[in-house]
Each structure stands twice: as structure tokens, then as C-alpha cells.
């Protein structure tokens, strides 16, 4: 059984920096995306970030380039999202989700979800 599991949220000021986590157990497929969604009130879900387990390549939306830089520890099966720079238009809640082998920011394309963790950044 596959769990995705989110931690790292929080509240912060325009300019600051959170962490994200991401643990998958039951979950070791190496030729996937996993990524990272993110969801506003009254807004679709939109792709933040994906890696390909694989080769370890990173994709990333524009919106966020170079202010945030996904990773993963594949020793502790757990992906991040470091998020740099925050800014007031970055808050939604943050899924993780893994096993997608299509465009990396589709969300349909992803067969597991995490619950999701809060991020709210103020001005």
C-alpha cells in the first residue's frame, strides 16, 4: 500500500523560506515523476515542481523558477521542496504526489496523493 506523506508547512513572511517533505512508503518504483501541486481557494490545482526518479531530472513552472529546488533522498524514499523567496501568491496547499509518466505537470496523470500541507505566506 502506497502512502505519501506531507510535512513543512507553516505560515511566513513574504521573502521567507519553508521546506517541504514528502515520505513514500510502500512506494520504490525508480522510472516515474514525482512532484509537487499546489492548490488555492477557488483555483485548479497547478504543477510546482516534478523530479524523474530515475535520472534524478527536475522540472520546474515558471512561477517558481529559481526561487524553489525539488530534490530527493532516495536512501529515505522522501522527496522536498525547498521554497526560497516566498511570496504572497505562493500560498495554497502543497500535494506530493508520485507515479506519472506523462507530462510531469499534469495532475490526472499521478496515480498516488499525499493529503497535502498549508502554506501561507504574508505580505
Known amino acids: 500500500q502506497v502512502q505519501l506523506v506531507e510535512s513543512g508547512g507553516g505560515s511566513v513572511q513574504a521573502g521567507g523560506s519553508l521546506r517541504l517533505s514528502c515520505v513514500a512508503s510502500?512506494?520504490?518504483?525508480?522510472?516515474?515523476?514525482m512532484g509537487w501541486f499546489r492548490q488555492a481557494p477557488g483555483k485548479e490545482r497547478e504543477g510546482v515542481a516534478a523530479?524523474?526518479?530515475?535520472?534524478?531530472?527536475?522540472y520546474y513552472a515558471d512561477s517558481v523558477q529559481g526561487r524553489f529546488t525539488i530534490s530527493l533522498d532516495s536512501a529515505k524514499n522522501t522527496v522536498y521542496l525547498q521554497m526560497n523567496s516566498l511570496k504572497p501568491e505562493d500560498t495554497a496547499m502543497y500535494y506530493c504526489?508520485?507515479?506519472?509518466?506523462?507530462?510531469?505537470?499534469?495532475?490526472?496523470?499521478?496515480?498516488?496523493w499525499g493529503q497535502g500541507t498549508q502554506v501561507t505566506v504574508s505580505s
Open positions: 510502500g512506494y520504490a518504483y525508480n522510472h516515474a515523476y
Open positions: 504526489a508520485a507515479e506519472s509518466w506523462g507530462n510531469w505537470n499534469l495532475p490526472s496523470g499521478y496515480s498516488y
Open positions: 523530479i524523474w526518479r530515475g535520472s534524478g531530472s527536475t
